[in-house]
């Protein structure tokens, strides 16, 4: 008898941790876990994903760069960047002018983007940061993408916040919506179709468009209202905030030093390690 309830407590707690470490990978662990698997598997992730190139230039690249052109040197922030998919993309788009910032917690993922990235290391910049505090002035970029990712954050309207708060007015917003059986299985991180509609609509977001796309993504497409006017390149030290103070920086060779003399060290690689500054 005994045997049967323990075979029964076994087959309880494999489920569990398959629940939470492989369909929900870590999302109600918090943002250390998420980012602890993330680093475990970043070696094999593009190789698990399979990207097609045709098919990320097709529904992510083109329509991006067709969106942005009458921008000539836009900026992108791209949430959650992982190992760079939305640069590496937009970089093998012949229209595209711009430059990309990438923000993920996970630096072994970010390891990757550096190597992808490598070719258009003039026109990246990689942080090593949660995104839940992005640490950039309103209104900064022309586009916010963020794919595949929201419902692994631990506050996705938070987060939704902020990247509605460094989109510029006019500019242009791109996430994805959990669907199918998986997106069941994470309830209060993912969102049916109208949800997401309502949600971006209380962000004050409009044009919301949800396309289908993946097996298990929806993506949804968005823009803040007002104007925005073409601009000039921005440095990196006039976007970048200092993560303790919110302060101006300046970069040096091995730094960013904002003005109350906090250092944000850039890594040999490098990825700006914003989390080694967070109080
Ligand atoms: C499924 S991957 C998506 C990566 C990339 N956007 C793509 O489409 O290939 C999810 C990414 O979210 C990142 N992530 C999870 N929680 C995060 C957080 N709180 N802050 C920043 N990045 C986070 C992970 O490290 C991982 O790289």
Known sequence: MWWILGIVALAILVALLYWQLIVAEGAYLGPRVVALLYDLSAHVYDRIKHFDSGYEQYFLAAPLTTALFSFPNPLVLDVATGTARMAHTLFHEVGFRGRV???????????QAVQKTARWKDRTLLLWDDASRLPFPADTFEAVTCLEALEFLPNPDGVLQEMVRVLRPGGLFLTTNRIGTDAKLMPGRTFTTEEIERKLQEFELEMIQVRPWQEDYDLVWAVKPG???????RRVDDILRCPRCQSSVTRTEEAFRCDNGHSIPIASDGVVEMVRVRG
């Not at 910032?101 to 390891?111: A, P």
């Not at 104007?227 to 390149?233: D, E, H, M, N, S």
Request: one cysteine or more.
């Open 101 to 111: 910032v990438g923000v993920d917690l996970s630096r072994k993922m970010l390891e």
């Open 227 to 233: 104007v925005c006017t073409p601009q000039t390149p």
